[in-house]
């Protein structure tokens, strides 16, 4: 895994495409002392007592704004996902996580990965929360952004919990939003690393691309039809790997989605997510769909690649993305990265856009 960092240079999507031109030779010639005379200094003077007694009472204007930091995340708060989207998409696609800030660590760790492929220019970091929001710009000026509105962070931590559903119940409503402006967009939560890039594998032309979350060994030759429903009556496609391309046709299937959990919501007894209403949404439109599986040898669930060994053995060479999945805990993702060699924050952090966070 090559740890050789091929970054443009960071752009700030705000910044004045012209720039005030150097001041001329014959300007920079003139003694200072005869720009800054004794009227000029008295009137500087009286101008900085004047904006010190009323800017706190009139709002201090952006030109003798002090704080970076405040005006960078009212700039920030006020950024479109439309001008993300024109920031960071490479030929119509981009790369798409959602984060609240406890998933930070993770974030970086997906993006170091990212990074070794030399793909990090099309990642949109869709942001829960301000603070997150705030942190990735002020790191990697554009590559965040807030859609509204804004869900209590803290609730989400744990999976299967209420706030857990609210947040990723946003995932299709996000997706679509991205792909009504015409962008193809690839979704990956971050609890996941690159091996490979996985572009190449995208196939032909079809509408949605997904990978199974089973841990039954397919052929490498299996189908890549959508699988058959399983004891539940529904097939165990995972929802935290998916490419959809800006057609009809994608729209429909996150539209259904969005429908499903509705239909589903959460609820004491049943402590539901988004996966299994994206399922019952693919099986019930798959016939007007064109549906794509991904090789399982190359997008292997958690529970095939971190518990069968001889699987792995025999597949070397073939994994793509590797997905953390099947385990529950951020302290226990961690230590299971850490055991296979995948917490790259370790050793890495410096090739991360983020740094070392």
Same mark, same amino acid.
């Given at each position: 895994?090559?740890?050789? $960092?091929?970054?443009?240079s !960071?752009?700030?999507?705000f910044s004045?495409?012209?720039?005030?031109s150097?001041?001329?030779?014959?300007n920079? +010639?003139?003694?200072?002392s005869?720009? !800054?005379?004794? *009227?000029?200094? #008295?009137?500087?003077?009286?101008?900085?007592?004047?904006?010190?007694?009323?800017?706190?009472?009139?709002?201090?204007?952006?030109?003798?704004?002090f704080t970076?930091?405040?005006t960078?995340?009212?700039? &920030?708060?006020? =950024?479109? $996902?439309q001008?993300?989207?024109?920031?960071?998409a490479?030929?119509?696609? $981009?790369i798409?996580?959602i984060?609240?800030?406890?998933?930070?660590?993770?974030?970086n /760790? @997906?993006?170091?990965s990212?990074t070794?492929?030399n793909?990090?220019d099309?990642?949109?970091?869709?942001?829960?929360?301000?603070?997150? !929001?705030?942190?990735v710009?002020?790191?990697?000026?554009?590559?965040?952004?807030l859609?509204?509105p804004v869900?209590?962070a803290?609730a989400?931590?744990?999976?299967?919990?209420?706030g857990?559903?609210?947040?990723?119940?946003?995932?299709?409503?996000?997706l !679509?939003?991205i792909?009504?402006?015409g =962008?193809?967009v690839m979704y /990956?939560d971050?609890?996941?690393?690159w091996l490979?890039?996985?572009?190449? =594998?995208?196939l032909?032309?079809?509408?949605?691309?997904?990978?199974?979350?089973?841990t039954?060994?397919k052929?490498l030759?299996h189908?890549h039809d959508?699988?058959p429903p399983?004891?539940?009556?529904?097939?165990?496609?995972?929802?935290c790997?998916?490419? #959809?391309?800006?057609?009809?046709?994608a +729209?429909?299937?996150?539209? +259904?989605?969005i429908e499903?959990?509705q239909?589903?919501p &959460?609820s004491? *007894?049943v402590k539901?997510n988004d996966?299994?209403?994206?399922n &019952?949404?693919l099986? +019930?439109?798959a016939?007007?769909?064109d549906l =794509?599986l991904?090789?399982?040898?190359?997008?292997?669930?958690?529970?095939?690649?971190?518990?069968n060994?001889?699987?792995v053995?025999?597949?070397?060479? /073939?994994?793509?993305?590797?997905? /953390?999945?099947?385990?529950?805990?951020f302290?226990?993702?961690?230590?299971r990265f850490?055991?296979?060699?995948l @917490? #790259?924050?370790?050793?890495?952090a410096?090739e991360?856009?983020l740094?070392?966070l």
């Amino acid at each position: 895994m090559s740890s050789f $960092l091929h970054q443009r240079s !960071l752009q700030n999507p705000f910044s004045n495409p012209f720039p005030i031109s150097a001041p001329s030779s014959a300007n920079s +010639k003139r003694p200072f002392s005869s720009i !800054l005379g004794p *009227t000029t200094l #008295l009137a500087l003077l009286s101008l900085v007592v004047i904006v010190g007694v009323f800017c706190p009472w009139v709002g201090m204007p952006q030109a003798f704004s002090f704080t970076s930091t405040s005006t960078s995340a009212s700039k &920030w708060d006020h =950024y479109t $996902l439309q001008q993300a989207l024109s920031f960071v998409a490479r030929n119509g696609s $981009l790369i798409v996580c959602i984060v609240s800030q406890p998933y930070l660590p993770f974030l970086n /760790n @997906w993006l170091i990965s990212i990074t070794m492929q030399n793909r990090q220019d099309m990642v949109l970091v869709i942001a829960e929360d301000y603070a997150s !929001l705030h942190r990735v710009n002020d790191l990697w000026p554009g590559h965040a952004v807030l859609i509204p509105p804004v869900l209590d962070a803290e609730a989400a931590h744990k999976f299967g919990s209420q706030g857990f559903f609210n947040f990723t119940a946003r995932r299709p409503s996000h997706l !679509l939003k991205i792909l009504e402006l015409g =962008y193809s967009v690839m979704y /990956n939560d971050v609890d996941m690393v690159w091996l490979a890039d996985p572009f190449p =594998y995208l196939l032909g032309n079809h509408d949605v691309y997904f990978t199974d979350d089973m841990t039954a060994i397919k052929p490498l030759n299996h189908s890549h039809d959508l699988p058959p429903p399983g004891k539940k009556g529904r097939p165990y496609i995972c929802s935290c790997m998916i490419f #959809l391309r800006p057609t009809d046709a994608a +729209k429909l299937v996150l539209k +259904k989605w969005i429908e499903e959990l509705q239909i589903q919501p &959460w609820s004491k *007894t049943v402590k539901s997510n988004d996966q299994p209403a994206f399922n &019952w949404a693919l099986m +019930k439109i798959a016939k007007e769909v064109d549906l =794509y599986l991904l090789p399982q040898a190359a997008f292997p669930t958690g529970g095939l690649y971190f518990k069968n060994k001889t699987w792995v053995k025999e597949t070397k060479g /073939n994994h793509v993305i590797i997905h /953390n999945n099947y385990i529950v805990g951020f302290e226990k993702k961690i230590k299971r990265f850490r055991d296979y060699g995948l @917490w #790259l924050v370790d050793d890495h952090a410096h090739e991360s856009p983020l740094g070392a966070l």
